[in-house]
């Protein structure tokens, strides 16, 4: 089969073949149609975060495909079955904080000793066929396709788990700090539901689109949210924690600010005169917060009211995909068909 194997630390992806993976007990084998192409997996390889240690590295952790064949004990998955995989497959069951017993979320894998992680503890999803833990993955409804659907398994997951971890009220307002990726399928979510939502973003070209998704006000920052009257929750979906200590001057009374994204260069602060304290606002750390939740994100898709924005890359051009998505630019997603 073919697989974007990435050869060393900041070297380019490249398209090789490898043996086709078996899946073992609980595990099924997917054949990847779409895997989303994901920030992460570009920090992974660049070198802002450490090298994956199985050979040959393949990263990834987007798959949108068919089940080809299921591992002994799996009863819950068929062959023919579409699924969507994710990030986190499982953890070790032993440790202390598997003996907590908490769900399957992102959560799991930053805190279990041995967890099981797409791309990063075992081969990820840039690949024709993948084998993964039949539990971390969730049937795709028929109205999605597996390219609207591979960026929900984790941008769509991650930003409809961070509204969900707010738990705005109807009067509430919602601000999305970041038009990516992930902030512009949180534009959507929140207008699925109702909100009053603003899109908080620095780049012009946005603001048209903004609106389009969602957003009935653009500001470019946190001195214009609040001047625009503030917002009860603040979504932070860019990977600028520079930006989003600087948008707590919006946040309003009682307001939750949601940190569901990564900088690995920056850090998010509160100033020594903060009235955060004050003001009882809540800063909330958000992931992939259970499977629950990206069935529900699937399910506004297929109804039409969430569609992802993505530009579509055969295998061959991964390499010319994972560049353009360095550089920001790819409007919103890229997805790789195999």
Same mark, same amino acid.
């Given at each position: 089969m073919k697989a974007a194997v990435v050869p060393e630390v900041g070297a380019t992806w490249e398209l090789r073949d490898v043996p086709v993976p078996q899946?073992?007990?609980?595990?099924?084998?997917?054949?990847?149609? &779409?895997?989303?192409l994901c920030h992460n997996d570009l920090w992974l390889t660049d070198g802002h975060f450490p090298f994956p @240690?199985?050979?040959?590295?393949?990263?990834?952790?987007?798959? &949108?495909?068919?089940? &080809? @064949?299921?591992?002994?004990?799996? +009863?819950?998955?068929?062959?023919?079955?579409?699924?969507? @995989? +994710?990030?986190?497959?499982? +953890?070790?069951g032993t440790c202390d904080y598997c003996k907590l017993n908490l769900p399957l979320?992102?959560?799991?894998?930053?805190?279990?000793? &041995?967890?099981?992680?797409?791309?990063? +503890?075992?081969?990820?999803?840039h690949a024709e066929y993948i084998t993964v833990l039949a539990d971390s993955t969730v049937l795709l409804p028929d109205e999605v396709s597996y390219v609207q659907a591979a960026p929900v398994l984790c941008a769509g997951y991650t930003s409809w788990s961070a509204l969900r971890a707010a738990d705005p009220k109807p009067h509430e307002r919602v601000a999305v700090l970041g038009i990516g990726g992930l902030g512009h399928l949180a534009l959507q979510f929140s207008r699925a539901c109702g909100f009053d939502t603003v899109a908080i973003t620095r780049s012009p070209d946005k603001h048209d689109l903004a609106r389009e998704l969602g957003a009935a006000t653009v500001v470019a920052d946190g001195a214009e949210l609040a001047a625009a009257g503030g917002a009860d929750v603040i979504l932070v979906t860019g990977t600028s924690y520079e930006a989003a200590t600087d948008a707590l001057q919006g946040l309003r009374p009682h307001g939750r600010l949601v940190l569901a994204t990564i900088d690995p260069e920056g850090s998010f602060s509160i100033g020594p005169t903060s009235p955060v304290w004050a003001q009882r606002q809540q800063i909330i750390g958000a992931t992939h917060n259970g499977l629950e939740h990206l069935t529900e994100a699937l399910r506004l898709v297929a109804e039409g009211k969430v569609d992802p924005i993505v530009e579509v890359f055969p295998k061959e051009r991964i390499a010319e995909a994972v560049a353009l998505a360095a550089k920001g630019e790819v409007r919103f997603r890229a997805v790789v068909t195999y």
């Open positions: 899946p073992g007990p609980g595990q099924v084998l997917i054949r990847v149609r &779409a895997s989303g @240690a199985f050979d040959p590295v393949v990263v990834g952790h987007e798959a &949108a495909g068919d089940v &080809a @064949a299921v591992g002994p004990g799996v +009863t819950r998955l068929k062959v023919g079955d579409r699924v969507g @995989a +994710t990030w986190v497959q499982g +953890t070790c979320t992102g959560q799991s894998g930053m805190n279990c000793a &041995a967890p099981v992680m797409s791309g990063l +503890t075992v081969p990820g999803h």
